[in-house]
Nanobody, 120 residues
Framework: QVQLVESGGTLVQAGGSLRLSCAASGRTFSSYTMGWFRQAPGKEREFVAAISWSLGRTYYADSVKGRFTISRDNAKNTVYLQMNSLKLEDTAVYYC?????????????WGQGTQVTVSS
């Protein structure tokens, strides 16, 4: 019964900023890792960033490190992806996902995705 709903995707100019949100419902996520993934047309879905719900430890793909920041608001059961210095290659459908806080765990739950289009 877990549901993840992304929002915030839109058209943005290269060099601009955008914040995506993922609202989680259905259970407590204190023992989960929340992640952001993206998929561009003709490409496989790729990892972008992740955060452990309780500890706040973060992980980033090399392609976004220094530009994107993942965070969470425990009271609102919401995770965010702040995207700065956006590039054309950041254009993709962005997905929110969740997995248990364990080494090697797979992402069990996924949102519907939100489109981010970067133009110049």
């Amino acid at each position: 019964q877990v549901q993840l709903v992304e929002s915030g995707g839109t058209l943005v100019q290269a060099g601009g900023s955008l914040r995506l949100s993922c609202a989680a419902s259905g259970r407590t996520f204190s023992s989960y890792t929340m992640g952001w993934f993206r998929q561009a047309p003709g490409k496989e879905r790729e990892f972008v960033a992740a955060i452990s719900w309780s500890l706040g430890r973060t992980y980033y793909a090399d392609s976004v490190k220094g530009r994107f920041t993942i965070s969470r608001d425990n009271a609102k059961n919401t995770v965010y992806l702040q995207m700065n210095s956006l590039k054309l290659e950041d254009t993709a459908v962005y997905y929110c996902a969740a997995k248990t806080l364990a080494v090697g765990a797979q992402y069990d739950y996924w949102g519907q995705g939100t489109q981010v289009t970067v133009s110049s």
